[in-house]
């Protein structure tokens, strides 16, 4: 019998247990550093779902935007999704999508000590914008660097 050069099984699961385990090690980093733009389009995919979801159920679906996070919730389920590292909101505020679509025309503020990003719902549909803008600091009505 002629022997030819190859990775035996062992090898091979061996290898692909390795890797598996750096990708254990890394992913809760990844998690945890979650940067705006990835929130951000996280939460574009779910508003776009929910809006789909109150006029096909003609339901009204709740986004509460708490002081930590974000719950979403119609009459089966709720879903938390925390903000980015960081971000929070002075205070609870909800908006709700309507059966037929609709959302009032509000505006939802997410800050850290740099930056504050601003979810702008605007008339009709359920459309918004997004503004992303660096927060200065004020001192005695002057800005204020710091040391």
């Known amino acids: 019998m002629q022997r030819t ?8 699961v061996v290898v692909l247990g390795i890797i598996s385990l750096f990708i254990l090690i890394g992913t809760p980093f990844l998690h945890a550093k979650q940067q705006p733009n ?3 389009s996280t939460f574009d995919g779910l508003w776009q ?3 789909i ?3 096909r159920e003609q339901r009204s679906i709740y986004f509460n935007f708490e002081e930590n996070g974000l719950i979403i919730q ?14 929070a909101k002075s205070q609870q505020q909800i908006v709700e999508i309507k ?6 025309p ?3 503020h997410l800050s850290n000590s740099q930056q504050t990003i601003s979810l702008i ?6 459309d918004y914008r997004v503004s992303q803008k660096e927060t200065a600091c004020l001192y005695f009505g002057r800005s204020y660097a710091g040391t």
Request: no cysteine.
């Open 106 to 108: 509000t505006s939802v």
């Open 38 to 40: 990835q929130w951000l």
């Open 49 to 51: 779902s929910a809006r």
């Open 74 to 87: 119609n009459k089966q389920q709720q879903q938390r999704i925390k903000y980015p590292q960081g971000y």
């Open 121 to 126: 719902f605007n008339l009709g549909g359920g």
């Open 53 to 55: 979801n109150a006029q």
């Open 99 to 104: 059966p037929n679509g609709y959302v009032a």
């Open 5 to 12: 050069s190859s990775f035996t099984l062992l090898e091979a």
